[in-house]
């Protein structure tokens, strides 16, 4: 006799076989790295109005799509945290 419902190895195959790419959100460390900052640099970008950081309590995480748009922007303006942007990549 067949069971009645989902089977949960048909489930937990399909799971697998999903390819959901890069994250989309990074730690401090993972975004630092990408942009080949220090954690301590990075952390300090977080601070910056507009940067795409996500805080709750402890949990502080970056958006990666929106990471790649905010460096892209700040590239072309003055400043400290530009000029450092340009000289890094």
């Known amino acids: 006799m067949k069971a009645l419902g989902p089977n949960l190895d048909d489930e937990a195959a399909d ?12 730690t401090l460390r993972q975004a630092a790295a990408l942009c ?21 309590g402890r949990f502080v995480r970056i958006h990666a799509r929106l990471l790649d748009r905010w460096l892209a922007e700040h590239a072309l303006e003055d400043g400290e945290e530009a000029s450092y942007a340009r000289r890094v990549g």
């Open 15 to 26: 799971e697998r076989a999903i390819d959901i790419g890069p994250p989309l959100l990074l």
């Open 36 to 56: 080949q900052v220090s954690v301590d640099k990075m952390g300090g970008w977080s601070h910056i109005r507009g940067f795409p950081v996500i805080r709750h």
